[in-house]
């Protein structure tokens, strides 16, 4: 099994509902199944996974992933998923809603799908969620100053507006 690209793997793990998740189609690419084969599993084992562990995204969470690579088309972070691409002979409408797994659901899938390539795919997802986490928790001031610095934009351009 070749080792994938960490930076390949983390331009597939998204913040939705203040969670770092990954979603269906994107894990069923990285195991080498089917999205359906992996959602099968899932279901087969559904007391597995719980709430924390998986969950259905809304058409807003959908439309808003969408707008999402619309905007970021040209930039390198961040890369295409399955679900977003859709057939043009189907129309815009997604027959199924994706669902997203949590770090403990991706890791829970290894023990479900029971493959090596499970297995080594599931450590090396791991492996960057922990790195993002570390990124994440080394960069919280500097993340933190620009929410400040964004603030007093905002504050200034409310002052601007009302002197002219």
């Known amino acids: 099994m070749e ?13 939705i509902r203040e969670k770092q998740v990954m979603l269906d189609s994107d894990l069923a690419e990285l195991y080498q199944v089917e999205t359906k084969v992996l959602n099968q599993a899932v279901k087969r084992n559904i007391e597995r996974f719980p709430d924390s562990f998986r969950f ?7 439309a808003n992933l969408r707008s999402h690579f619309v905007t970021s088309k040209n930039t390198t972070k961040h890369s295409r998923s399955q679900f977003v ?5 189907r129309g815009q409408n997604i027959k199924y809603l994706p669902y ?4 403990l659901g991706v890791a829970m899938l290894s023990a479900v799908l029971r493959s090596e390539v499970a297995v080594q795919v599931s450590i090396q997802i791991m492996q960057a969620f922990v790195s993002m986490r570390k990124f994440l928790l080394q960069n919280a001031s500097v993340f933190q100053r620009l929410d400040q610095v964004e ?14």
Do not use: G, M, W, Y
């Open 3 to 15: 080792i994938i690209n960490q930076a390949h793997i983390e331009n597939r793990i998204f913040t």
């Open 56 to 62: 259905q995204l809304s058409q807003n969470e959908v």
């Open 85 to 89: 691409t859709l057939n043009p002979k």
């Open 100 to 103: 997203a797994f949590t770090e």
């Open 151 to 164: 603030l007093r934009l905002l504050q200034n351009d409310e002052k601007f507006d009302r002197v002219f």
